[in-house]
């Protein structure tokens, strides 16, 4: 669900299977994501959303799921990127790391969740984690950009702009990706690379 439509299809999807079975936990988890990649892109709603789905999806994903990693992780990531719930997303992502240490995706999603709570020291090392889990990742861009993040509100912006490089290596103008590269930058006192960037954005 990396790109708009393909999203829109695969949220249509599991909310169709909502009604098939209102007790299955993986569904409400997948549709989590959808809504966290369709704002990350900034990727418009088809048709009038109720405020509140998401924040439905991530209850009754947690919910249904809560000895499920998968479940619990992508609901502690939404409710950390959706509004005020960094904390009680962040206790559901460590939840789903209690449950299963070896979970990529949720070290992915932890290292993103103690950037916001200012925590970048942790976030290196939690992203680090991810990286040694699952090298191959198709969507380690992804993960570099976190990275990037971490570095650069670790003061290490060298180490920033080389994580942002490493993913839009991967995915180019990745929209994650090209603002920290610039800011790093700049912070760096690299200003070709820093305009660089800035015009790739614009």
Known sequence: HWHHQANEK???SFRHSFELDPQYASPYAAAVLCFVQRKANG?????????????????SASELGKSDAE???YS?????????????????IARALEINPNFAPAWHYSGWTHI?????????????RCLRLNPRDPLVFN????????YFFAG????????ASVALAERPAFPNALPILAASAACAGRTVEAAAATALLR
């Open 116 to 128: 916001w709570i200012a925590q970048a020291d942790t976030a290196i090392e939690h992203l680090h």
């Open 43 to 59: 990727w418009p709603a088809p048709t009038e959303e109720p405020a509140g789905e998401v924040f439905h999806f991530t209850e």
């Open 76 to 92: 502690g990531a939404a409710l950390a990127y959706f509004g005020e719930r960094v904390d009680r997303g962040a206790g559901l």
């Open 10 to 12: 695969a949220l249509n």
């Open 156 to 163: 290490l912006y060298p180490e920033a702009m080389s994580a």
């Open 71 to 73: 479940c619990l992780a």
């Open 143 to 150: 993960v570099q950009s976190a990275l990037a993040h971490a």
